[in-house]
């Protein structure tokens, strides 16, 4: 309920016109009403006497407060947002691994960041990794581990070691584990998948494909230059039944975005539509490595376009897609304290952006210690950004990619959910979920059941 005494409108409102409806937006609640002109007007010069010569409803004045469209007087939004921060990146009670047994890779992509590394977990390096997992596990209730490389399929075995042992200390520990893969999908042969899912306790693939066969296979090639089309989309029909989420990454860029809805209906016509969920995402140069197709990636504005095309196609088609935007503790795994990415070599890193990067490393599996490049993500700190700070998409962005900002010293980190905010929410009304709306006549209306994000 309402509370007594002075109110101000949240400084996190966004409001926006859709198909002749207004709407207040709320980032810091992922709140969204829909009002009448006399709402909006009360919410920006409400008081606790205007509140009371208003026509506006005490049932349309409560959900307000409810959903954190006007707030106490008192109220620190940004503290509150600092806060919420902190518990994201330091107070989590889950360790989580990205693990690379190979830094091979049976691929040769063209805006691939990691080069062409051979080196693979020695015996010595995995029972390191195993020793620090054991450390860093104290007094946590969950462990999680994503496979990645190069290709992990490549080292299967180091896999399955790995994962023996973790399974057993976890069952011992009495915590939860969890693994996911990140793979190309080439070698995800129905004993590999079975394997991974029965004994391995995998339960989540990402594989990606770029589009129709002619355009995945002139950027996603073998190293000898053949396709892989066929054998990926091959290995995700006779697999996809094994993993409890398959998902298809899209990566696009201004070669081949255009080509993607016809891609998907390629992968409608196999039957796929709702077996599988499909993310695009932006190609990006990140290492000098791939600094060539750097001419080929899009602007942010103009993602974000594209993005929206694409995504309401998805949608439309039947698959299961990431609605955004939705709120963030942390940005990502990178900045959070007990996350960790460690390559074939035992180097320690905070992001996948760092693999196969000895000068980005934070320390070793071989060593105690850690350095100072270990402080340097730790005190990262994306309220220091003046921009960021007073901007109302803070709550839903977080400051963007703090890997852009350490190590690019970008100053640009705005997503791209900052440029098509309205049109994602009408996506999200139409697809998703929010818990209450206010009519245009003030009343209380419930909006569909549930929305997966």
Known sequence: MMQSGSFKASKYNIIFENENRHYIYNTFRDSLLEVDQETIAFVYDCSKDWCRNSECSEAVIDVLFQNGIIVDESKDELAELKVRNRLGRFYVNSLSLTITPTLMCNFNCDYCFEGSAKTSMTQRIMDAVYDFTLVH????????ITWYGGEPLLAMNKIS?????????CETMGIKYSADIISNGYLMSRRNAKILTEQLAVDNWQVTIDGIREIHDARRTLRNGKGTFDRILKNILENVDLFQRVFLRVNIDSRNWEKVPDFLDVLDEKGLTDKISVSVTKVEPFTEICHEIEKFCLRKEDFAGIFLKLS???AEKGFD???NPKLYGNYCTADCMDSFVIDANGDISKCWNSVGRRQERIGSVLQKEKNDTYIRWLSYDPFEREKCKGCKFMPICMGGCPYSVLYDNSQETCQQIRYMLPEMLSLKMKYGFFEEV???E???RKKSAECDE
């Open 312 to 314: 309401k196609s998805a």
């Open 321 to 323: 897609i990431t609605i």
């Open 137 to 144: 596990l104290k007094d946590k209730n969950s462990l999680g």
């Open 442 to 444: 003030g009343r209380r």
């Open 161 to 169: 070691y790995l994962s023996t042992k973790f399974i057993r200390i």
């Open 438 to 440: 206010i009519s245009d």
